[in-house]
């Protein structure tokens, strides 16, 4: 456990709880530029403790966590506007590199970003329920934080 500013004693389980409810509720991932510094600070512990918290969990790393994120936030847009081309919305999520977009892609949503996006198009199209939580892995095994 970290000892933090205020007294207050944190683990890891609760920093990577506490980064996971920042991501999903402030999207930071978005800016290319956002460290791992700035999401300490926003989680209210420091650089090493929250990327001791990251390594140890299925993420591994903090890039690895935002790539995850990002890509989750493209399949959302995706899934609401099929007809967008994935390969040119990347960046808007965050990616500054097409290779690890496409990467990343393939590690979380199982298949290349044209094939993902054939497939929404045909749940649509036969009105079936889209729910991405379902259609993108998290790495290894995640736990809910």
């Known amino acids: 456990p970290a000892l933090l500013d205020d007294g207050e004693f944190i683990d890891d389980e609760e920093i990577m709880r506490r980064l996971m409810v920042l991501f999903d509720k402030e999207k930071p991932f978005l800016n290319p530029d956002y460290k791992?510094?700035?999401a300490s600070l926003a989680v209210g512990t420091n650089k090493s403790y929250a990327a001791r918290a990251i390594s140890k969990s299925p993420f591994n790393n903090f890039k690895?966590?935002?790539?995850?994120?990002?890509v989750m936030e493209l399949c959302k847009i995706i899934a609401e506007k099929p007809e967008?081309?994935?390969?040119?919305?990347?960046?808007?999520?965050?990616f500054t590199s097409l290779?690890?977009?496409?990467?990343?892609?393939?590690?979380?949503?199982?298949?290349?970003?044209?094939?993902?996006?054939?497939?929404?198009?045909q749940l649509k199209e036969n009105r079936e329920p889209v729910r991405v939580e379902n259609l993108v892995?998290?790495?290894r095994h995640i736990t809910e934080y």
């Not at 967008?84 to 965050?94: A, M, N, P, S, W």
């Not at 496409?102 to 054939?118: D, I």
């Open 64 to 70: 690895s966590l935002c790539n995850h994120y990002r």
């Open 84 to 94: 967008l081309d994935i390969r040119k919305l990347y960046k808007k999520v965050g």
């Open 137 to 139: 892995r998290y790495p």
């Open 99 to 121: 290779g690890v977009f496409h990467n990343s892609f393939l590690l979380y949503a199982g298949e290349s970003p044209v094939k993902w996006t054939k497939h929404i198009r």
């Open 36 to 38: 791992v510094f700035d």
